[in-house]
């Protein structure tokens, strides 16, 4: 009995001494947060609330309708007819896809009379859609 609780210590021993770049083999990759070649990242690595934040924005890129109002966008400033003219759906589907992308930042609105004009909210967000897209064409 004493002998199996000592080599499953051992084990366990070794399984960390594994997962923590310890061991003693030289084709291990020795990887801990010591080692220098992954300390100098951990500053640099957003926290984990801005990594939520990111991928909740991340995430309003990931439904088809609003890539297409993005994409529309990216061309002109239009009204909720016009992107609902445009993509052959209902007003109230588009305006809900707007209020996502205006929560998300992702677009900007202008209130003029009684209807409303969005646009991209900046540079960087025709960026992101450009860059996407051109990585999926490729």
Not at 106 to 133: M, N, P, Q, S
Request: hydrophobic share 35%; glycine share 2%.
């Amino acid at each position: 009995m004493r002998k199996n609780i000592e080599k499953k210590e051992k084990l366990k021993e070794e399984n960390k001494e594994d997962i923590l770049g310890n061991s003693k083999n030289e084709d291990d990759c020795e990887v801990n947060t010591t080692n220098e070649n992954i300390a100098s990242l951990i500053p640099k690595l957003p926290n984990d609330e801005e990594f939520t934040i990111l991928a909740d924005f991340f995430s309003v890129f990931s439904d088809s309708t609003r890539l297409k109002i993005i994409s529309a966008l990216s061309e002109k400033e239009l009204c909720v007819h016009e992107l609902s003219s445009l993509l052959k759906m209902k007003q109230p589907s588009i305006s809900q896809h707007l209020k996502t992308l205006w929560q998300a930042r992702v677009v900007k609105k202008r209130k003029v009379g009684l209807h409303v004009f969005y646009r991209l909210d900046d540079e960087h967000i025709e960026k992101i859609y450009t860059w996407g897209y051109e990585h999926v064409k490729e």
